[in-house]
């Protein structure tokens, strides 16, 4: 996937805080903040386990934070939200006994990264047919793209729950808006012979015809 949680964390600070679906809650317990680095002091599951690693996003007495390192079952390097994925961490104060969670929202990414991939004419794997993933070479510049149409699917299904005119449907609605207007500027540079070098540029608001 181009996207992580840490980029809906970017775009939306909320998020977070404002949807929870229990299937989705990696982490539940307790933890120590110490010089940037959380540990767990209680949990139900440890952050291996869990599948805890750079680019998701933890909740410390409900503030999220970024992961930006996993360094045991138990810990993780942790930073406030950067001004981009390659700034120098901001550590957050220290503190102990805080509640921590860390929430997922990889389902709706994944959702999105299929269709950023079929919009681009592009399998999710390689084919004798087509093109796979890996042909794109500059997926970090697609993260955006994905990271809107994640944030549609997440409050688009909040919304439904609370119903037309509130808070959470007008968001999904939002980014939906928000979503159709990346993909109309968003470029995929593609390579088509396997070399490890664009040779191509593809864009979403092309209809792809594949002859049978």
């Given at each position: 996937?181009?996207?992580?949680?840490?980029?809906?964390?970017?775009?939306?600070?909320?998020?977070?805080?404002?949807?929870?679906?229990?299937?989705?809650?990696?982490?539940?317990?307790?933890?120590d903040v110490?010089?940037?680095?959380?540990?767990?002091?209680?949990?139900?599951?440890?952050?291996?386990?869990?599948?805890?690693?750079?680019?998701?996003?933890?909740?410390?007495?409900?503030?999220?934070?970024?992961?930006?390192?996993?360094?045991?079952?138990?810990?993780?390097?942790?930073?406030?939200?950067r001004?981009?994925?390659?700034?120098?961490?901001?550590?957050?104060?220290?503190?102990?006994?805080?509640?921590?969670?860390?929430?997922?929202?990889?389902?709706?990414?994944?959702?999105?990264?299929?269709?950023?991939?079929?919009?681009?004419?592009?399998?999710?794997?390689?084919?004798?047919?087509?093109?796979?993933?890996?042909?794109?070479?500059?997926?970090?510049?697609?993260?955006?793209?994905?990271a809107?149409?994640?944030?549609?699917?997440?409050?688009?299904?909040?919304?439904?729950?609370?119903g037309?005119g509130?808070?959470?449907?007008?968001?999904?609605?939002?980014?939906?808006?928000r979503?159709?207007?990346?993909?109309?500027?968003?470029?995929?540079?593609?390579?088509?012979?396997?070399?490890?070098?664009?040779?191509?540029?593809?864009?979403?608001?092309?209809?792809?015809f594949?002859?049978?």
């Amino acid at each position: 996937m181009f996207a992580t949680d840490r980029d809906l964390l970017a775009i939306e600070p909320n998020v977070f805080n404002e949807v929870s679906w229990v299937g989705q809650r990696l982490v539940k317990g307790t933890g120590d903040v110490d010089d940037g680095v959380l540990t767990l002091t209680t949990f139900d599951r440890d952050f291996v386990v869990a599948g805890v690693d750079a680019g998701h996003v933890v909740l410390v007495s409900n503030v999220a934070y970024e992961v930006l390192e996993r360094v045991s079952a138990t810990e993780v390097a942790v930073s406030r939200l950067r001004a981009s994925v390659d700034g120098a961490a901001i550590w957050p104060a220290d503190v102990v006994g805080a509640g921590v969670e860390v929430r997922t929202f990889g389902p709706q990414v994944g959702v999105t990264h299929d269709l950023v991939l079929r919009l681009l004419g592009i399998e999710g794997s390689a084919t004798p047919e087509g093109l796979g993933e890996s042909a794109v070479v500059n997926g970090a510049a697609l993260a955006r793209v994905e990271a809107l149409g994640a944030l549609h699917l997440v409050y688009a299904a909040a919304g439904s729950l609370s119903g037309p005119g509130t808070a959470l449907w007008e968001r999904g609605e939002m980014y939906r808006r928000r979503f159709a207007a990346e993909r109309q500027t968003a470029a995929a540079r593609v390579d088509t012979d396997g070399d490890g070098v664009a040779d191509a540029t593809r864009r979403m608001n092309v209809v792809w015809f594949v002859r049978g």
